[in-house]
């Protein structure tokens, strides 16, 4: 079984749409990155989560720690968010390196 | 805005050569890592940095591999002997410190392909 569980794994949604990814861990973390992968390749941070909830723009990410969960929500979805997005906790076993999920990919049509 | 640069963007090499990937690191980012996706796989940790000395590094991270920063500015990844299977995506991150809670900010990526 995978440490780290995204879902779903391919998700397409209209223009407009909120969206909601979700991200599952079975090991004791420190924080929890959520990242972006663009069409290219290229790789961006857009949140890192120790408790809480952030939000950034149009993008919110929450986690539970006491759930092992984490969820990145999207409100008015654009075509231009049509990206890899991947979910990446710091284990407590591990220093700063991130442990990636396999990624969502989100496609979002006009 | 900063931004971490790698160079080339892609390399083909036949089976058995060295290849050196270069990374330049934001500035004041003393913090370094390399990761690697092969293609339609998730990333996965190679090796992290810091302070002139390998931090971390995983077990994928070999004898064939090794790291330097040779001049102060660029970070390398050395492969002395590539595989097929090292053809990949190489991906170099950079961080300030070296908290857990830091942004790693990822360069673009270095595509390497093994004939």
């Known amino acids: 079984k995978n440490e780290v569980e995204q879902s779903p794994q391919n998700l397409t949604a209209q223009e407009g749409e909120f969206i909601t990814i979700n991200c599952s861990y079975s090991?004791?973390?420190?924080?929890l990155h959520w990242l972006q992968q663009h069409p290219g390749g290229g790789i961006v941070s857009l949140f890192m989560?120790?408790?809480g909830k952030k939000k950034h723009g149009r993008l919110i990410a929450t986690i539970n720690i006491q759930e092992k969960h984490s969820s990145l929500h999207i409100t008015a979805s654009h075509p231009r968010d049509s990206a890899v997005y991947i979910c990446a906790p710091n284990k407590e076993t591990s220093g700063s390196r991130l442990t990636f999920g396999e990624g969502t990919q989100l496609t979002v049509n006009p | 805005e900063p931004e971490v640069t790698q160079t080339p963007s892609h390399q083909v090499t036949q089976m058995g050569q060295e290849v050196i990937l270069r990374c330049v690191p934001i500035s004041n980012h003393l913090y370094f890592y390399w990761y690697r996706q092969i293609l339609g796989q998730k990333v996965e940790f190679l090796v992290s940095f810091y302070n002139n000395e390998i931090s971390e590094k995983s077990e994928i991270f070999d004898d064939q591999f090794s790291v330097e920063r040779p001049d102060g500015s660029n970070f390398t990844l050395k492969i002395r002997s590539t595989k097929l299977e090292d053809s990949a995506m190489y991906f170099c991150?950079?961080?300030?410190?070296?908290?857990?809670?830091?942004?790693?900010?990822f360069g673009p990526g270095t595509r390497l392909t093994v004939l």
């Open positions: 989560l120790s408790s």
């Open positions: 991150a950079t961080t300030r410190g070296f908290f857990r809670t830091d942004t790693q900010y």
């Open positions: 090991v004791g973390i420190s924080a």
